[in-house]
């Protein structure tokens, strides 16, 4: 089964600094038809005004995936950590126990991204932050983070939970394929261009959750980035 939330269908909130774009019910936002995808608890598309930023604030207890699409990120934490994350990174923090966090767009330019929350397999657990750069060279989606030790030893950054997050770019007609396991489901986002799912058109930006189907065909209608999810239903 296939479902496609249409860009112009997302959730809305918009300030002076923040314009944003909710898959799901999230903040003032809220619809009891879209309250995640299995783990996937929250997707947000957000653009953050130059000089502007998400002040200091908790987490606790979800597995917390930014993926910066254009522009970047300078995260600041309880633990001290602080790093800057630039477009073609990934960075990923785990609240476990309790963090406090903030997050500043200091470019000259908005900053484009995608929040993603997961709920984590086991609760209470040491919290930390980590990013790492995965550069764009097209060929099809690499894996950026995941619970599985196998995607760690191979370079994705750790998850405390049973999915696996993917992104990377397509060529117009190229073409992706993806096994999804029985009991698992699949959430994707064209962050730019179009694509073809089994048949179903997406347009970019628009959301689309993916269950009950053995292989997942991503057919590129033109150069695409695309990121997806894979987690436990």
């Given at each position: 089964?296939?479902d496609?939330?249409p ?23 809220h ?10 608890r ?46 073609g ?36 657990v ?108």
């Open positions: 089964m296939i496609v939330q860009f112009a269908q997302l959730g809305r909130f918009r300030n002076e600094w923040l314009n944003a774009r909710h898959h799901f019910s999230f903040g003032h936002y619809d009891p038809r879209r309250m995640g995808v299995g783990g996937l929250v997707w947000n598309d957000d653009e953050i005004a130059p000089g502007t930023g998400f002040d200091p604030h908790p987490h606790r207890d979800m597995e917390i995936i930014t993926y910066v699409r254009q522009g970047a990120i300078t995260h600041q934490d309880s633990l001290g950590n602080e790093g800057r994350t630039e477009a990174d990934v960075q990923v923090m785990h609240a476990g126990t309790g963090i406090v966090h903030a997050e500043y767009n200091k470019e000259a330019g908005p900053t484009r991204l995608f929040q993603i929350w997961i709920q984590p397999d086991r609760l209470g040491q919290p930390g932050w980590g990013m790492r750069s995965f550069p764009r060279q097209g060929g099809g989606l690499a894996v950026l983070a995941s619970g599985r030790p196998a995607d760690n030893a191979s370079g994705a950054l750790p998850l405390y939970a049973d999915a696996v997050v993917m992104a990377g770019t397509l060529k117009a007609g190229e073409t992706f394929r993806h096994i999804l396991v029985p009991g698992r489901v699949l959430y994707l986002v064209p962050a730019t261009g179009s694509l073809d799912v089994n048949g179903v058109a997406a347009a970019t930006r628009d959301g689309v959750s993916v269950s009950a189907e053995h292989e997942v065909i991503l057919t590129a209608g033109e150069a695409s980035e695309v990121v997806l999810v894979d987690v436990a239903a």
